[in-house]
């Protein structure tokens, strides 16, 4: 699991999770204690993945598997891509207290990553 903070806003709060390493990522922002309005996501690689793999975003519903939904996925060698940043345009999705949302990357070529997930609390 990702590390955890909580932030207050003008007219609510928002809830940030962060993780950074070198190896396959597999992080989960959840599952939520909260309804939240996904905000955006952003990731840093220190360099462009060359190894043909697919990063994913996925809603891991609290009601089970057959609820479970593929949000976004991209293959990041096919445009060299170091930075990915994925807002409500690009994931328009609601989260219920109970779900989590997954980021997944095989990340073979071992890059160094820095990612952050970010939550609009109380919008269910």
Do not use: C, W
């Not at 909580?6 to 597999?26: F, M, V, W």
């Not at 939520?32 to 060359?50: N, V």
């Not at 060299?80 to 990357?105: K, P």
């Amino acid at each position: 699991m990702a590390t955890e903070e909580r932030e207050q806003l003008q007219g609510g709060y928002i809830r940030r999770y962060y993780e950074t390493g070198s190896a396959a990522i597999s992080v989960s922002a959840g599952p939520l204690p909260f309804a939240a309005h996904f905000d955006h996501l952003s990731i840093k690689f220190d360099a462009a993945p060359t190894t043909s793999e697919n990063f994913t975003v996925t809603k891991d519903s609290k009601l089970g598997a057959a609820y479970d939904t593929l949000l976004y996925s991209l293959n990041l060698s096919t445009s060299s891509v170091t930075d990915l940043v994925l807002t409500r345009d690009d994931i328009a999705a609601v989260f219920g207290a109970g779900d989590t949302l997954l980021i997944e990357f095989p990340n073979t070529d071992t890059a160094t990553y820095g990612l952050e997930i970010v939550f609009e609390e109380g919008s269910e």
